[in-house]
C-alpha cells in the first residue's frame, strides 16, 4: 500500500472518535510487524482529498494511554500511504491565557513518560534522528489558518508536557512543570510524534484545553466530569477546524520541509549489508533508501 498516492492521516484523541461531514470509503484492518494498531483505519475523502482517519484510543475509548500501541499506529498510517498526520489532544492547561476550550498549535515536547517503546529501530539497524524541531513547520501553518477560519481562539506555539497517566498530575507535579516553562499537559503525543518522525511523515499537534490541571487555586481540580463538556465542543470546534483545512487548495502544500529525508542522514547502518530478518520489521520505513 505504500505507492498509494499521498494522504493525510489524521489521529484523534480523547472525545474525537468519528469526524463528520466525511465519505468514507472503506475500513483497512491493518497488521504490522509491531502488532495490531488501536483501531481500524477509516479511509475517506473529505472536499476531494484523501484521509485516513484512526481514534487513537479506539472507538469507545478502550485503550489508555500507557497502552497504546504507538508504534503501531505510525506503521498503519505508514502502510496506508500516508505523509503527513495531523495529531488531535486533548490537553490540561499550565497557564492562565490558555483557557479551556482554546487550542494550541504545540511546537515542543518534553517527554516524562516510560515503559512506552520509542522507536522503530532497536537493532541491529538503528537510527538516531532529530527531534530538535518535532513539528512540522509546514503542516502546523496550515493548521494555524485552518483555526482562523474556523474563528477559534489559538495560540501559535507551546510546550506540552507528556506525562505517563493515566492518572492526572500532583499539584506539586503540575507547579513543577509550570515552573519550567511547558504550556499544557497531556498523554499521548510522545512516543507518537517521534516515531512519526522516524517513518519520515509530517507530524503536527492541535492541542485542545480542557482544564487547568490542578495547579490553579480559582479552578476546580482537573476530573474527567469536570472536562467533559469542554470536550464536547473543543470536539465540535475540531470538526469545524478540519472542514476548513481540507477545503483549502493543494497549493497550500508549497511550502518545503524536511520531514520525508529524516533517514537520510539518521541510519547507522548499511542497509544494502542487512538480512532480510533485520529488514523486514522496517521495510516500509527504510524502503526508498534501499
Given at each position: 500500500?505504500?505507492?498509494?498516492?499521498?494522504?493525510?492521516?489524521?489521529?484523534?484523541?480523547?472525545?474525537?472518535?468519528?469526524?463528520?461531514?466525511?465519505?468514507?470509503?472503506?475500513?483497512?484492518?491493518?497488521?504490522?510487524?509491531?502488532?495490531?494498531?488501536?483501531?481500524?483505519?477509516?479511509?475517506?475523502?473529505?472536499?476531494?482529498?484523501?484521509?485516513?482517519?484512526?481514534?487513537?484510543?479506539?472507538?469507545?475509548?478502550?485503550?489508555?494511554?500507557?497502552?497504546?500501541?504507538?508504534?503501531?499506529?505510525?506503521?498503519?498510517?505508514?502502510?496506508?500511504?500516508?505523509?503527513?498526520?495531523?495529531?488531535?489532544?486533548?490537553?490540561?492547561?499550565?497557564?492562565?491565557?490558555?483557557?479551556?476550550?482554546?487550542?494550541?498549535?504545540?511546537?515542543?515536547?518534553?517527554?516524562?513518560?516510560?515503559?512506552?517503546?520509542?522507536?522503530?529501530?532497536?537493532?541491529?539497524?538503528?537510527?538516531?534522528?532529530?527531534?530538535?524541531?518535532?513539528?512540522?513547520?509546514?503542516?502546523?501553518?496550515?493548521?494555524?489558518?485552518?483555526?482562523?477560519?474556523?474563528?477559534?481562539?489559538?495560540?501559535?506555539?507551546?510546550?506540552?508536557?507528556?506525562?505517563?497517566?493515566?492518572?492526572?498530575?500532583?499539584?506539586?507535579?503540575?507547579?513543577?512543570?509550570?515552573?519550567?516553562?511547558?504550556?499544557?499537559?497531556?498523554?499521548?503525543?510522545?512516543?507518537?510524534?517521534?516515531?512519526?518522525?522516524?517513518?519520515?511523515?509530517?507530524?503536527?499537534?492541535?492541542?485542545?484545553?480542557?482544564?487547568?490541571?490542578?495547579?490553579?487555586?480559582?479552578?476546580?481540580?482537573?476530573?474527567?466530569?469536570?472536562?467533559?463538556?469542554?470536550?464536547?465542543?473543543?470536539?465540535?470546534?475540531?470538526?469545524?477546524?478540519?472542514?476548513?483545512?481540507?477545503?483549502?487548495?493543494?497549493?497550500?502544500?508549497?511550502?518545503?520541509?524536511?520531514?520525508?529525508?529524516?533517514?537520510?542522514?539518521?541510519?547507522?547502518?548499511?542497509?544494502?549489508?542487512?538480512?532480510?530478518?533485520a529488514i523486514r520489521p522496517v521495510y516500509a520505513l527504510v524502503e526508498r533508501l534501499l
Open positions: 500500500m505504500t505507492q498509494q498516492a499521498a494522504r493525510t492521516g489524521i489521529i484523534g484523541g480523547s472525545g474525537l472518535y468519528d469526524i463528520e461531514g466525511i465519505e468514507a470509503i472503506e475500513y483497512l484492518d491493518i497488521d504490522t510487524p509491531f502488532g495490531k494498531p488501536s483501531d481500524q483505519l477509516m479511509l475517506a475523502t473529505i472536499h476531494g482529498q484523501d484521509v485516513v482517519f484512526l481514534p487513537r484510543h479506539g472507538r469507545g475509548h478502550k485503550i489508555p494511554p500507557h497502552r497504546i500501541n504507538y508504534r503501531a499506529n505510525i506503521y498503519a498510517m505508514k502502510l496506508a500511504g500516508v505523509n503527513r498526520i495531523i495529531s488531535i489532544s486533548a490537553v490540561g492547561s499550565l497557564r492562565e491565557d490558555i483557557a479551556p476550550g482554546d487550542f494550541v498549535l504545540v511546537d515542543q515536547f518534553v517527554d516524562r513518560t516510560h515503559g512506552r517503546p520509542p522507536t522503530f529501530f532497536d537493532g541491529p539497524i538503528v537510527a538516531h534522528v532529530s527531534m530538535a524541531d518535532p513539528v512540522c513547520p509546514c503542516l502546523k501553518s496550515e493548521l494555524a489558518a485552518a483555526c482562523a477560519k474556523a474563528d477559534i481562539r489559538t495560540h501559535q506555539q507551546g510546550s506540552y508536557l507528556v506525562m505517563q497517566g493515566p492518572q492526572f498530575s500532583s499539584r506539586a507535579e503540575s507547579n513543577l512543570y509550570r515552573s519550567w516553562g511547558m504550556d499544557v499537559i497531556g498523554m499521548t503525543n510522545l512516543p507518537e510524534a517521534k516515531l512519526a518522525r522516524e517513518a519520515e511523515i509530517c507530524y503536527a499537534t492541535v492541542a485542545m484545553s480542557t482544564d487547568y490541571d490542578c495547579w490553579h487555586e480559582e479552578e476546580e481540580d482537573v476530573s474527567v466530569e469536570s472536562i467533559v463538556e469542554i470536550m464536547h465542543g473543543n470536539v465540535a470546534k475540531a470538526q469545524t477546524m478540519l472542514q476548513h483545512f481540507f477545503a483549502a487548495t493543494d497549493q497550500q502544500r508549497a511550502g518545503a520541509c524536511r520531514c520525508g529525508q529524516a533517514l537520510e542522514s539518521g541510519i547507522f547502518a548499511d542497509l544494502k549489508a542487512q538480512d532480510d530478518d
